[in-house]
């Protein structure tokens, strides 16, 4: 309905579980290594759990996506099955024949055991995947566990993933299945999102709908982060139904008010002024049936002492409960106005920058890193002349008036950093400006280390107090000094300092080799040809010319040993970061990178 009023190809929010809007955080991530690790052992069970609509099945997918291609996969999405019937599918899903109507487990395990032992001699591995494990009975999961004993003398022949919500942990506690439990190789439990991939996620969700630059106000993604708690599921759900609030109020900037009156809807049926009038008039007839029970049961005298009593406390419960509602009120407002109390702090009077206690954060810093930081509490303006102030605390530098659009210079000096011969305009879109030339935007979401190894210009969002964005270039990045410009000029400071209003989120803009950014295993394409005749002259090989097109294991393989010597995650798959690099790796001349920025002479 709202595609067509936002320039969307697609709504961006289904619930559909669409491939191509798959969104990798860095906890998807390391449950997908987890399972990929269990799935390399020999037999075993692998664990996967995690909190209802958190991604278990999305990532179940993925793992399933880089199977290799001599693996069978049977795959159960409804466990409520009795043993026969769990047997049976299994069956079905293997496409092993058994006898019609048969009510005999031996009958389909020994037709089971002969597969395995087929498949195995052919060279060939059998996964089971059961999702919502949580619903299997304890006698089906004894069940499940002697399937395991089928095996040769070197190795299992069925390799189990079990799929399930935090109850399946306390299932397997149960003293009756400890034999299963010491038989799990690889366990992970899946999070939410964090505060900054609900922001990344919202934005390569719209991205990948076809709209480049962002809708949703920053106060309105830290909206969708309070009320969702990070789980996919709902922040798909909110944000499909903001958006259509706010296609039915004609805004095509989606306000934190618009959220919250959409989370009102999903949630709530009644208006809460209804419920407080329904609440009251049901607490009133209480009351008098109350008192026309006491009027039965006792005498006179006692009664009207009674009815005394009773009206007082009736009078403080209402007088409570309204004020019960006021504070709510309240409470609510301040968590819509009050920022972060780390971001809140007012520098020192005598400091020019407070050091963050997210610096000792090695996730954030590189500790190897700090041993050489110099001057860390200066700002070290490298631009004499006309300009901002210098001296002062760089929260008080953001806030300048001059830097309402500051999106719109940060654009201008990336361009600036890639030699583009591009200045946009206040009224027009970042994005799209260098379009012509090749260029593409990504948002991103990580830390200093993501930013590290990629390793060229972004533009960083920072929060300051009063809750506005502010923009700003990431041009250099040297030890634990970074080097931001801000409109006509550069600043040099420590990362600690922007640890204070940096939320994690970035932009960055790159020459993509072709359109697509995610390119699964089993994928055909002039995409992979591009991909084998890069790896071949980075790794110093002759350049085939007429490389298989076929993103198989082998591929796979090398892809994994790039992204190692890469610093890069080594999940084996061909993302954004992995891109990034690859289209880059063979142009470092031509390429601004953080690390080679000069503080001292500008870019070198």
């Known amino acids: 309905m709202y595609t067509n009023f936002f320039r969307l190809s697609e709504p961006p929010f289904s619930l559909t579980p669409d491939p191509r809007y798959?969104?990798?955080?860095?906890?998807?991530?390391?449950?997908?290594?987890?399972?990929?690790?269990?799935?390399?052992?020999?037999?075993?069970?692998?664990?996967?759990?995690?909190?209802?609509?958190?991604?278990?099945?999305?990532?179940?997918?993925?793992?399933?996506?880089?199977?290799?291609?001599?693996?069978?996969?049977?795959?159960?999405?409804?466990?409520?099955?009795?043993?026969?019937?769990?047997?049976?599918?299994?069956?079905?899903?293997?496409?092993?024949?058994?006898?019609?109507?048969?009510?005999?487990?031996?009958?389909?395990?020994?037709?089971?055991?002969?597969?395995?032992?087929?498949?195995?001699?052919?060279g060939r591995r059998t996964v089971l995947v059961i999702d919502e494990a949580q619903n299997l009975h304890r006698d089906v999961l004894e069940q499940i566990r002697l399937l395991t004993n089928l095996e040769t003398e070197q190795e299992k022949l069925l390799?189990?993933?079990?799929?399930?919500?935090?109850?399946?942990?306390?299932?397997?506690?149960?003293?009756?299945?400890?034999?299963?439990?010491?038989?799990?190789?690889?366990?992970?439990?899946l999070l939410p999102l964090s505060r900054r991939e609900t922001y990344a996620y919202i934005q390569h969700r719209l991205f990948i709908a076809g709209l480049s630059d962002p809708i949703f106000s920053s106060h309105a993604m830290r909206q969708v982060y309070r009320l969702t708690a990070g789980v996919p599921r709902l922040i798909n759900i909110l944000c499909d139904r903001a958006m259509l609030g706010a296609y039915s109020l004609d805004k095509r900037r989606i306000s934190a008010a618009i959220v919250c009156k959409a989370g009102r809807e999903i949630r709530e049926t009644t208006p809460r002024r209804r419920r407080r009038q329904l609440a009251y008039a049901f607490g009133i007839i209480a009351l008098f049936i109350l008192l026309g029970t006491i009027t039965v049961l006792f005498r006179p005298g006692i009664i009207s002492s009674l009815g005394s009593k009773t009206q007082v406390p009736a009078v403080q419960d209402s007088d409570t409960a309204t004020r019960d509602v006021e504070s709510e009120r309240k409470s609510a407002l301040s968590d819509r106005t009050t920022p972060n109390p780390v971001q809140s702090e007012s520098p020192n009077p005598g400091d020019t920058i407070i050091a963050n206690s997210r610096a000792a954060d090695p996730a954030r810093t590189d500790p190897g890193l700090l041993a050489g930081k110099k001057d860390s509490d200066e700002i070290h303006s490298e631009s004499p002349g006309e300009g901002l102030p210098q001296n002062v605390p760089f929260e008080e530098i953001i806030k300048d008036p001059s830097l309402s659009n500051s999106l719109v210079s940060s654009f201008n000096s990336l361009y600036s950093r890639w030699d583009l011969p591009i200045r946009i305009k206040p009224s027009e879109i970042g994005c799209n400006a260098a379009?012509?030339?090749?260029?593409?935007?990504?948002?991103?979401?990580?830390?200093?280390?993501?930013?590290?190894?990629?390793?060229?210009?972004?533009?960083?969002?920072?929060?300051?107090?009063?809750?506005?964005?502010?923009?700003?270039?990431?041009?250099?990045?040297?030890?634990?000094?970074?080097?931001?410009?801000?409109?006509?000029?550069?600043?040099?400071?420590?990362?600690?300092?922007?640890?204070?209003?940096?939320?994690?989120?970035?932009?960055?803009?790159?020459?993509?080799?072709?359109?697509?950014?995610?390119?699964?295993?089993?994928?055909?394409?002039?995409?992979i040809i591009w991909i084998r005749q890069i790896l071949d002259t980075y790794e110093g090989k002759p350049v085939s010319f007429s490389p298989s097109d076929l993103f198989d294991n082998q591929l796979r393989m090398r892809i994994l040993d790039f992204q190692k010597t890469q610093l890069l995650i080594p999940d084996g798959r061909i993302g954004p970061e992995t891109l990034v690099r690859l289209s880059i790796a063979l142009d470092m001349l031509n390429v601004p990178m953080l690390s080679r920025y000069s503080i001292e002479g500008g870019p070198s």
């Open 159 to 189: 390799q189990i993933i079990l799929i399930g919500q935090p109850e399946l942990l306390t299932i397997l506690k149960h003293p009756s299945l400890r034999q299963l439990a010491q038989r799990i190789t690889a366990r992970y439990h």
């Open 22 to 122: 798959l969104y990798m955080s860095e906890r998807h991530r390391e449950g997908l290594a987890h399972l990929l690790f269990g799935v390399q052992q020999s037999g075993g069970f692998i664990q996967l759990t995690g909190e209802i609509g958190c991604g278990k099945t999305t990532l179940c997918r993925c793992l399933v996506s880089q199977m290799p291609p001599e693996t069978d996969i049977a795959l159960i999405l409804n466990p409520r099955l009795s043993v026969i019937e769990l047997l049976a599918a299994v069956c079905d899903e293997l496409r092993i024949p058994y006898p019609a109507g048969t009510e005999s487990i031996k009958q389909l395990i020994d037709a089971l055991n002969l597969y395995l032992l087929e498949a195995h001699a052919k």
């Open 435 to 527: 379009r012509e030339y090749g260029f593409k935007c990504l948002f991103l979401t990580g830390d200093w280390l993501k930013i590290r190894r990629l390793d060229i210009p972004v533009i960083l969002g920072l929060k300051i107090e009063d809750e506005q964005t502010r923009h700003a270039a990431l041009i250099g990045l040297n030890g634990n000094i970074a080097t931001l410009a801000i409109g006509d000029r550069t600043y040099s400071l420590p990362l600690q300092a922007l640890d204070r209003m940096w939320d994690g989120s970035f932009i960055l803009i790159w020459k993509p080799p072709f359109n697509a950014v995610r390119l699964p295993l089993g994928m055909r394409g002039e995409e």
